[in-house]
């Protein structure tokens, strides 16, 4: 297959440019982001306690009314919206103020079969046809297990949500020499807009109805804090996929050295699992 990273053959002079300018609109971004995110912390913080207040006492109103079914119905969507505030707030949080990774040597294949097992129900009421296929023998490598997986289970329900009637599921890992190891998953879902592909990972971008546009700013920050990348490469009708590169040689030190690997590799069950050659 073609690879849709493929095609990069540039000079090195016109490389250099081009990579200065997409420093400098980073860099742009990244103050626009911080200003963004700084002022949404802001907001979320002030909105926490007031949406707690009204936490507790619809509880109370619960426990103390007598209510017919459908005034029952009507605080059950009270209690689901008070629950979209919080994820909303949390996530806004998480953004703002982002936990710093803590570095330990980890597996990449390990952390994909993770989120695999724990997203296997997900998948296949979704009618997600997956297929996985995970380069053996990579070198273990530096991470936070728990974000890298919070950004595989981001990516894998994006491209879930993004094949609304089901479809197919590509993951993959892949070692390349000079770029470090990589992590593919390729969807063949509705695909990303061009005027929408240098927007979705700003914080609240999103074309869901219930989206809340927060899992690939996210993701995209705890990436970076592990001195990785993100691309992306879509079409829209055809499908998406979105890429993890870990570069050789510029891990993150470990902040506890010697400890083994968090949990234990589990088997992915559901999944079509296939190994390279
Ligand atoms: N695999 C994908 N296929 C198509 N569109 C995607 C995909 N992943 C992300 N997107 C687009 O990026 C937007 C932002 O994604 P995200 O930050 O996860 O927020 P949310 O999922 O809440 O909308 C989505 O609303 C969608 O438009
Ligand atoms: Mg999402």
Do not use: W
């Amino acid at each position: 297959m073609l690879s849709p990273f493929a095609g990069r053959a540039h000079t090195r002079a016109g490389e250099a440019t081009t990579e200065a300018r997409k420093l400098e609109q980073r860099l742009q971004q990244s103050e626009r982001l911080k200003a963004l995110g700084t002022l949404a912390a802001g907001i979320a913080h002030e909105i926490r306690n007031p949406l707690a207040t009204i936490n507790f006492n619809t509880q109370m109103l619960r426990r103390e009314l007598e209510l017919l079914p459908a005034q029952q119905e009507m605080l059950e969507d009270v209690f689901e919206q008070i629950r979209k505030m919080d994820r909303i707030i949390q996530q806004v949080l998480h953004f703002a103020r982002p936990r710093d990774p803590q570095f330990v040597p980890g597996s990449l294949n390990e952390v994909v079969r993770h989120c695999l097992d724990m997203s296997k129900m997900y998948l296949i009421k979704a009618h997600a046809e997956v297929s996985v296929d995970l380069q053996p023998d990579l070198p273990p490598t530096v991470m936070d297990f728990n974000q890298i997986c919070q950004v595989l289970m981001n990516l894998i329900i994006n491209s879930v949500e993004a094949m609304p009637g089901g479809g197919k599921l590509r993951i993959s890992t892949s070692l390349d020499q000079e770029q470090g190891q990589i992590f593919d998953i390729h969807d063949s879902g509705i695909g990303i807009l061009d005027e929408d592909k240098g927007r979705i990972f700003d914080p609240f971008f999103t074309r869901k109805p219930e989206g809340t546009g927060m899992g690939l700013s996210i993701s995209r920050q705890i990436i970076e804090k592990h001195g990785a990348l993100m691309e992306l490469a879509s079409i829209p009708g055809e499908g998406t996929t979105f890429r993890l590169i870990f570069p050789v040689g510029t891990s993150p030190r470990p902040a506890v050295p010697d400890q083994p690997p968090e949990p234990s590799a589990k088997t992915v069950q559901g999944v079509k699992t296939k190994k390279k050659k």
